[in-house]
């Protein structure tokens, strides 16, 4: 606890110095109002002393962090003159500092001339700004400052703790973020891989123009027979993505050009796609023989 209160003055009588004939100093003292003015003073340093070790001696309950007295002029003038004011006074300090509070917090006591005057007030720590503005002159004072210094140093170690392990966060939520991306980037790659393994597993076909209308057309793909113009924007748009290659040249287009169909084709078109695509036909068919549409030159009229 830091201990601070008003200094002891000490009052020097004035002194004349003479000097004799023989150059030997002797001293006399001045008796004047001064003097006893001083002597009063003087008096009243002293019981300051004797009443300051008096509030020393009390024994402070460990809610009281702070403590301060404030003690006027007038208060200390009848304190002296009184001696039995002197006593209740004090046995109210010793009553007030050493009581339990119900929280941690900073007081301030002050002493008038009468007893009417004597009052206390608190403030929880934390709070206690009011504390210290009005004890900055005051008689006695003890204060917790190692402990505020310590508490200081465990609330600036718990916010770097604090700060430290949200960094740490931090940093674990970015490794997972990127190990995320890193295994979609692994498994979009494998799929990819998958799928050229199985285009490169497959072997190429070499067909006609002709060969593929007349497919398209078996299976009712086309409504009609592409215009040139059309077939020739459609090979040169499959060619670009390598899924076929025409063998002859474009300008001359006829139903016997050649025709590459790479095993890229499985990477858009899958069999099961086409399975699909199948059982639409069937279906068609099923719903056509129900609707009792000819289906044979047998169906047909004479």
């Known amino acids: 606890m830091n201990i601070s209160g008003v200094g002891l003055k000490f009052y020097q009588n004035n002194v004349a110095t003479t000097k004799n004939v023989n150059n030997t100093e002797k ?11 001083l002597s009063e003073a003087e008096e009243m340093e002293l019981f300051k002393k004797e009443f300051y070790e008096d509030l020393s001696k ?12 404030n003690i006027s002029e007038a208060g200390f003038k009848a304190m002296k003159d009184d001696p039995e004011y002197r006593e209740k006074i004090l046995s109210l300090l010793k009553r007030d500092l050493g009581s339990s509070l119900a929280r ?19 403030w929880p720590v934390g709070y206690d700004s009011e504390f ?17 210094r310590q508490k200081e140093l465990l609330e600036e ?9 949200r960094q740490q966060q931090e940093m674990l939520d970015e490794k997972i973020a990127k190990a995320e991306r890193e295994r979609s980037g692994l498994a ?12 490169s597993a497959s072997v190429q076909v070499v067909t006609t123009l002709g060969g593929v209308n007349g497919k398209a057309g078996e299976f009712r793909v086309l409504s009609g027979i592409p215009s040139p113009t059309e077939l020739r924007r459609t090979i040169t748009f499959l ?17 016997n050009t050649r025709l590459v169909i790479y ?40």
């Not at 024994?59 to 007295?69: C, D, M, P, S």
């Not at 979009?188 to 285009?199: E, H, L, T, V, Y």
């Open 239 to 255: 060619k670009k993505y390598q899924i076929i290659e025409p063998l002859d040249v474009l300008e001359e287009l006829g139903e």
């Open 104 to 122: 941690n917090c900073s007081a301030v006591f002050t002493v008038g001339a009468t007893i009417k005057e004597y009052r206390g007030d608190s």
């Open 58 to 69: 009390i024994t402070i309950h460990k809610t009281l962090n702070n403590v301060a007295i």
């Open 132 to 148: 210290y503005a009005r004890s900055q002159d005051s008689f006695f004072k003890k204060t917790s400052e190692k402990k505020d």
């Open 157 to 165: 170690y718990m916010e770097k703790r604090t700060q430290a392990e």
């Open 188 to 199: 979009r790659a494998w799929s990819s891989k998958q799928q050229m393994a199985k285009a």
């Open 27 to 37: 001293f006399a003292l001045e008796k004047t109002e001064s003097t006893r003015e």
């Open 263 to 302: 095993p890229t084709v499985h990477a858009v078109l899958s069999g099961e796609d086409i399975r699909k695509l199948l059982e639409t036909f069937s279906e068609e068919d099923d719903i056509g023989e129900e609707a009792g549409l000819p289906g044979t030159f047998e169906d047909m009229p004479e």
